[in-house]
């Protein structure tokens, strides 16, 4: 099984702030890569797939990047909605997620 | 709209089963790739079971053996069949609509999620 691995668990930020969160997989998952976003109390939202795709109407101040086995989802200034739990997942083989980065103010 | 509705969770006794409902509108499941995907309370994300196109299903180790994805076209639903259940699957279960292509995966819709509670 492809374990991964979140990076920080949890971070406090301001508005306006850029973001990185990290996710680093087991083995190569050749850029099967997704980002999903959660907010309390609701379904998680896909962001980013293909480790560097935007999902449509997803806003341009989400950026995603790496290779092989380490990936960054990039919020390039920090927004109030923004706040939230956010989730890697790779596809590469089965499916699984990262433990999840809370960001909170 | 694309929709998804999840219903049929509640309180189980360990050892029980129960039949998750997951009811689609704005496409069909029959041609869609389609997956159960669960959360702990307070916990993450569970990747638990996906069914394919052409039906060939899929399933975590965890559940293995004990849980059953399956769909009818004709009511255009998905369903999953939980069978001796245990306390470790306490959860809210989420259906979710996969998007496969040749060089990604993911799960594009959502539903609202069902309750599954496994306690005597």
């Known amino acids: 099984d492809i374990q991964m691995t979140q990076s920080p668990s949890s971070l406090s930020a301001s508005v306006g702030d850029r973001v990185t969160i990290t996710c680093r997989a087991s083995?190569?998952?050749?850029?099967?890569l997704n980002w999903y976003q959660q907010k309390p109390g609701k379904a998680p939202n896909l962001l980013i797939y293909?480790?560097?795709n935007l999902q449509s109407g997803v806003p341009s101040r989400f950026s995603g990047s790496g290779s092989g086995t380490d990936y960054t989802l990039t919020i390039s200034s920090l927004q109030p909605e923004d706040f939230a739990t956010y989730y890697c997942?790779?596809?590469?083989?089965?499916?699984?997620f990262g433990q999840g980065t809370k960001v909170e103010i | 709209e694309v929709q998804l509705v999840e219903t049929g969770g509640g309180l189980i006794q360990p050892g029980g089963s129960l039949r998750l409902s997951c009811a689609a509108s704005?496409?069909?499941?029959?041609?869609?790739?389609m997956s159960w995907v669960r959360q702990g309370p307070g916990k993450g994300l569970e990747w638990v079971s996906a069914?394919?196109?052409?039906?060939?299903?899929y399933y975590a180790d965890s559940v293995k053996g004990r849980f059953t994805i399956s769909r009818d076209i004709s009511k255009n639903t998905l369903y999953l069949q939980m069978n001796s259940l245990r306390a470790e699957d306490t959860a809210l279960y989420y259906c979710?609509?996969?998007?496969?292509?040749?060089?990604?995966?993911?799960?594009?819709?959502w539903g609202q999620g069902t309750m599954v509670t496994v306690s005597s």
């Open positions: 979710a609509r996969l998007v496969v292509e040749t060089y990604y995966d993911a799960f594009d819709i």
């Open positions: 293909a480790a560097s």
């Open positions: 997942q790779q596809s590469y083989s089965a499916r699984s």
């Open positions: 083995q190569s998952i050749s850029n099967f």
């Open positions: 069914i394919y196109n052409g039906g060939r299903t």
């Open positions: 704005g496409f069909t499941v029959s041609n869609t790739y």
